[in-house]
């Protein structure tokens, strides 16, 4: 198999993890008030359990780091993937608290260590290819994510159990994905060795800013995945099969800006398409919190879908430049914050919902994003290429005809 062949399989495998991976969240979130009444959740209660999975992924994504000094990240991601989809099943499976408790704590677990080596394999990818392709891999979580709500809204319409509506998705997805992992592509042996090293004296506070950067996207992404349905059926009116769309709505307006992004970034730089991104993700939170009904609700998640895409894909793509020989190591650091925004962002939204007011909550991650703004140079400052100095020339991949990759 020559080398070209093999980046490209290993490309297409890892698309497919991150697309299950869209499918496995969006079935889970979607549903959040469907499962807070099959078990009884009470408001107060809840933001305990969406606390709960951020909480264990962080403590899995710190595992990780370590785990990977040892083992290959597609041997992590082979065994994480099946594990997040039958603890998906069975939060659809219980008839008590305590089931779902379980379940739950075992999605955070599993997740963690698949976001992390996920994200690992796709930065490693990135750099074998020479160019950006990591907004790529997002957008195909973005495609899954589309894919999972609206099978999400089928089982609100039709009123299907939870596991009814799990089952499906996890007997065809766990088998195909177990497959496509055969065709993963790690880093060489040599590039691992050297990241086994660590980030170094004061590499941490190096990482700092995209850290925040991460904790502040995740912050208003979290809001949207476990806040949308509920905001939009208890604030705004909406149906039980309406509450289903908004987050759809995101995914969508995710997958577009994400499939065009490595384009916007190449011509325009990964500074001035975070900013952004920023600034229009800021203004859908406003459009959301001031919203008189539901379908300009939807207009508000459409602009956050669109500002917010950016940003996440961008930031571990910048972690991976800032340490080339160590980025198994700051992915899995920079993962955890991904799980410190969702840790504030969910009990956050909830707790001001619950004792003020849900629109006012809206202002909160609005005025967090904005954050970005200030560190938006930590993405580097090349004006018309992605970020990878060794990115190769168009010229290049025209030149190579029926091999490129």
């Not at 969006?26 to 951020?54: K, N, W």
């Not at 379940?103 to 290819?129: P, R």
């Not at 891999?137 to 319409?157: T, V």
Request: net charge positive.
């Amino acid at each position: 198999m020559t080398a070209d062949v093999r980046l490209r399989r290993g490309r297409g495998a890892l698309g497919f993890s991150f697309f299950v991976q869209g499918v496995t969240f969006a079935l889970l979130v979607t549903r959040i008030p469907a499962i807070q009444d099959r078990y009884g959740i009470s408001d107060a209660l809840l933001p305990a359990f969406l606390a709960a999975v951020p909480i264990l992924a962080g403590v899995s994504s710190v595992v990780t780091e370590h785990l990977v000094k040892r083992v290959a990240p597609s041997t992590v991601l082979r065994w994480a993937q099946p594990l997040v989809l039958l603890a998906l099943l069975g939060v659809g499976a219980g008839s008590q608290m305590w089931h779902v408790a379980l379940a739950l704590g075992a999605f955070g677990l599993f997740v963690g260590a698949l976001d992390a080596s996920m994200n690992m394999l796709g930065v490693s990818l990135q750099g074998a290819y020479g160019r950006s392709i990591m907004l790529g891999f997002h957008a195909s979580y973005s495609l899954g994510g589309i894919l999972g709500a609206s099978a999400a809204w089928a089982g609100a319409h039709w009123h299907l159990s939870l596991f009814s509506s799990y089952l499906p998705a996890v007997v065809i997805l766990l088998p195909v994905a177990l497959i496509a992992s055969r065709f993963y592509v790690d880093r060489d042996k040599a590039e691992s060795s050297a990241g086994a090293k660590g980030l170094g004296p004061g590499g941490f506070k190096l990482l700092l800013p995209l850290c925040l950067v991460m904790a502040c996207a995740y912050i208003g992404d979290s809001t949207v995945s476990n806040w949308s349905a509920k905001y939009l059926q208890d604030v705004l009116g909406s149906s039980e099969q309406l509450a289903t769309v908004p987050y759809n709505v995101y995914m969508v307006t995710t997958l577009i800006g994400r499939a065009v992004g490595d384009l916007g970034v190449r011509r325009f730089g990964a500074v001035a398409v975070v900013r952004i991104g920023s600034v229009v993700a800021a203004l859908g939170f406003a459009v959301v919190a001031g919203a008189p009904g539901a379908w300009t609700g939807m207009l508000g998640f459409t602009l956050l879908g669109i500002g917010l895409c950016v940003i996440v894909p961008q930031t571990f793509a910048a972690a991976g430049r800032l340490f080339p020989g160590a980025s198994d190591t700051a992915i899995a650091r920079l993962n955890i914050f991904n799980y410190v925004g969702f840790l504030i962002g969910a009990p956050l939204v909830g707790g001001i919902g619950d004792t003020w007011s849900y629109r006012g909550a809206m202002l909160v991650p609005m005025v967090l994003v904005l954050v970005t703004l200030f560190y938006a140079r930590s993405f580097g400052t090349e004006p018309a290429r992605y970020g990878v100095r060794h990115e190769r020339p168009r010229v290049v991949d025209v030149g190579r005809g029926g091999n490129e990759v």
